[in-house]
């Protein structure tokens, strides 16, 4: 028995790696964390006969014992996280487990919710002049934030910054983010991105708690802030650059 570890995608079925479905496909056991995941694609592409979870009603340990329900057993099991496996999805506990245990996994990654809402917002996070950096963060919720990475020194960096799980505090990531950006500088949010429903709403830091309540968007959203978003005064590429050369072209000016 192997259990595969997939990153789902934002929301769009059509996200999906070729692999995921392939794994998902095959999988007689399929775990799917059903507070995100699309479920249009376990009912799309899971076996019609695979035994099917939904993990937001399970603990860790109900999850481990459905593994270890499987571990004498040929097959496979797809554990179905959203988004990509690297950011918030709690597999590190699981494979640690699997590791006491064991049993073989394997991590497909997936495309990141950051990735789906940069896309709807046709934004470019990195923009030349602007900012070379882009910082993924949350709020402090049930899960503790280290003090040394609060919004509020983070903040100062000015970098673009990417802010999961923390929408329902909007207020509070307002006023921590107003200790290092500008009152003026840009904000999107990002409701469902890569879903039918998705939302965009766009202002900046002194507008986008207003406009996130009054739209009343309290989950299932990212923030994004940083002066790139204005998609004004960036530098072009250098990678581009007809005067530039690179490895593997020849710029027009030679030195
Ligand atoms: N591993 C996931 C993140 C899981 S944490 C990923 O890579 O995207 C859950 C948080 O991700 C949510 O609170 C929200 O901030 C964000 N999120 C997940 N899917 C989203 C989507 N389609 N649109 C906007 N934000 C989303």
């Not at 249009?40 to 035994?51: C, F, G, L, Q, S």
């Not at 207003?210 to 002066?227: F, H, M, S, T």
Request: aromatic share 6%; glycine share 6%; with cysteine.
């Amino acid at each position: 028995m192997k259990i595969y570890f997939i990153g789902a995608g934002a929301g769009d079925p059509d996200l999906l790696t070729l692999k995921a479905v392939k794994i998902i496909k095959k999988a007689g056991v399929v775990i799917y964390a059903g507070s995100l995941v699309n479920k249009v694609i376990i009912d799309k592409y899971a076996d019609k006969d695979a035994k099917i979870y939904n993990s937001a009603k399970l603990n860790l340990d109900q999850v481990c014992r459905v593994y270890l329900k499987q571990k004498k057993k040929d097959g496979i099991i797809a554990r179905v996280h959203t988004g990509d496996t690297s950011l918030y999805s709690a597999i590190q506990e699981q494979m640690q487990w699997c590791d006491t245990q064991g049993i073989d996994y394997e991590v497909i990654p997936g495309v990141s919710s950051f990735c789906a809402a940069s896309a709807a917002l046709k934004q470019e996070l990195t923009l030349p002049g602007l900012s070379q950096t882009v910082i993924i963060t949350r709020i402090s919720g049930k899960t503790k934030v280290p003090a040394r990475e609060d919004l509020k020194h983070l903040a100062n960096i000015k970098a673009v910054m990417i802010i999961f799980l923390s929408i329902g505090h909007i207020d509070r990531v307002v006023k921590k983010l107003m200790a290092g950006y500008k009152n003026k500088t840009p904000v999107a949010v990002v409701y469902k991105a890569s879903w039918p429903d998705e939302i965009i709403i766009r202002g900046t830091l002194a507008t986008i708690a207003d406009k996130v309540k009054e739209q009343k968007i309290g989950r299932q959203a990212l923030v994004i802030v940083g002066e790139a978003l204005n998609k004004k005064n960036f530098k072009l590429s250098k990678l581009y650059d007809k005067n530039s050369s690179t490895m593997f072209r020849c710029g027009e000016i030679k030195k």
